[in-house]
């Protein structure tokens, strides 16, 4: 069954360091998004991205977060000078198209901004 | 912003038992509603939604209820098995927009 991957699992870096967390969707999806989960919270939106632009962002995306497909398989997240409060698992998701309402999860990627 | 919530943080139950899930809304704009499943190191996983114009819906040993009148969802689970243990999440859309807003989660615990 076709799954979104994400890399790292883990990812540890300091206070003021950019990271890059990435992800590929499944191959046919068109709609692209990130999510947040600080440790016993919700899970928070992050942004969508379709027909490479952002369709959608919500506060917490501000300057320092970016998102790119730099290519026809991958989907990055990138944090310019990470926070400590940026310490979270970060989810990538995709959905088919209009027409398919369901999004698919990726595994997460754990950041430990410390 | 307007909120989605759930009531009970935990919920533990014998295998075998049924579980219900609850969750309050309080956007009245709302008009999709979405379980979702997260399991310990996984991502949320979908497990059954409704849209607003239905009362109840039915999938796989899961049934989601929707009260608009108390703004109102709650997932039942029959004949909960171990590897139902997890978090459940319950998410809401409104206006259109195929971003879910998540509430903060309810942890099912299943005791052989």
């Known amino acids: 069954e076709p799954e979104v991957t994400q890399t790292p699992s883990h990812q540890v870096t300091q206070m003021g360091q950019e990271v890059i967390l990435r992800c590929v969707p499944i191959?046919?999806?068109?709609?692209f998004y990130w999510y947040r989960q600080i440790l016993g919270q919700k899970v928070e939106f992050l942004v969508s991205?379709?027909?490479?632009?952002?369709?959608?962002k919500s506060e917490i995306f501000d300057d320092q977060f970016s998102v790119e497909r730099p290519d026809g398989s991958n989907f990055t997240l990138k944090i310019r000078s990470t926070k400590l409060e940026d310490s979270a698992m970060y989810f990538c998701?995709?959905?088919?198209?209009?027409?398919?309402?369901?999004?698919?999860f990726g595994q997460g990627t754990r950041l430990t901004v410390v | 912003g307007e909120n989605v919530g759930l009531h009970l943080p935990t919920l533990s139950v014998q295998e075998g038992d049924n579980s219900i899930i609850n969750c309050a809304y309080s956007?009245?704009?709302?008009?999709?509603f979405i379980w979702y499943k997260q399991e310990s190191g996984k991502g949320p996983q979908f497990i059954i939604d409704?849209?607003?114009?239905?009362d109840k819906r039915q999938g796989q040993r899961v049934t989601v209820l929707l009260n608009k009148t108390v703004k109102h969802l709650s997932l039942q689970i029959a004949a909960t098995q171990p590897g139902d243990s997890a978090v459940y999440f319950c998410?809401?859309?409104?206006?259109?927009?195929?971003?879910?807003?998540f509430g903060r989660g309810t942890s099912l615990i299943v005791h052989p």
């Open positions: 998701a995709s959905r088919k198209d209009r027409e398919n309402t369901e999004a698919f």
């Open positions: 191959s046919n999806h068109l709609y």
């Open positions: 991205f379709y027909n490479n632009e952002i369709s959608e």
């Open positions: 956007n009245s704009a709302s008009d999709y």
């Open positions: 409704i849209r607003s114009n239905m």
């Open positions: 998410a809401e859309r409104s206006g259109g927009s195929y971003i879910p807003t």
